[in-house]
C-alpha cells in the first residue's frame, strides 16, 4: 500500500466547529434512544475500533459513550497479556468481555493485536499469526450466528498526519501518556503495519462481518460518520421511555441536621475564583 493509508486520495477541509457540535448533540441524542432498544430488546451489539496510532479511536469513542448508561455501555481495552493469558486459546481473554443482553460493548482493539502490531513487532510466531488468519473468521461467524450484532471500523489516517499528532502529543504534557514507545518505532514501520493490514482485511473482511473504513484525516469528521454509520447498521427503533412521576417531598417529620461544625469539609477554593472575577472588574473599571 502507499505511503497514504486512505482510500479516497486528497486531505479533507476542517469540519466547521459550530456544525459539528450541533450535528455531534443531534447524533448523541440518537445513540442514547438507540440504546435504550438495545436495553429494551435485549440486543447485544460487539464495536471493534482498530486502526493506525493516533488515528482517531479513542477520541471517537468518547464521544459515543459520553452520553450512554455506563451500566450498560462497556469500553474494553486490554493491557498486554499475563504470562498465564499467553498459555490459553488465543481468543479466550476476549470472550469474557462480549456482550450480554441489552448490552454494548467497545473494543478500543481487539482480538486483531495479532494480526497487527503482534505481527509487526515479533510478539507472535508464524504458525500463531497464520492460525489466527484461519481462525478469526469462524470465531467471528459463530459470534453472529449466536445474535451478536458484529461491527469492525478501521480508523484510516495518512503517515503525514500520524506523525503531526505524535509530535502534538509529545509537545502536551496532558496528552503524553498517550505516545508509546510502540507509537514512535510505527514510524519506522509504517510499510510493515500497511502489509500486516492488507493481509488482515484479505483474511478477515467476510460478508458476515465487514470491515468499515472510517476516513480519519479530520478527527471530527470521523466522529460524525462513524456515529452516524452505527445509527444506520443497527436496526433500532425509538421506544417511548416511561414517564418518571417526581413525588411531592413528604413534610418534615423532626429530623434535626447535626452542627455543621461536627463535618470536616474540602476547602472551597472556588470561591477564590470568583473573587478574583471582581478584582479584576474592579481594576478595569478604574483603568477606564
Sequence with gaps: M???DQLIPGKPPKLDKDRYEKELARLQAELVAMQQWVIEKGERVCLIFEGRDAAGKGSAIKRITQYLNPRHCRIVALPAPTEREKTQWYFQRYIQHLPAAGEIVIFDRSWYN??????VMGFCNEVQYHRFLRQAPDFERMLVEDGIRLIKYWFSVSDEEQEARFRSRAEDPMRRWKLSPMDVESISRWEDYSRAKDAMFAATDTPWARWYTVESEDKKRSRINV???ILHRIPWEFIEPKKIEIPSRPPEQGYERPDRSDYVYVEDVASDLEKKKKTQR???TSGD
Design 114 to 119: 495479532r494480526a497487527g502490531v503482534e505481527r
Design 227 to 229: 456515529i452516524n454509520d
Design 2 to 4: 502507499s505511503r497514504n
Design 282 to 284: 474592579k481594576e478595569e
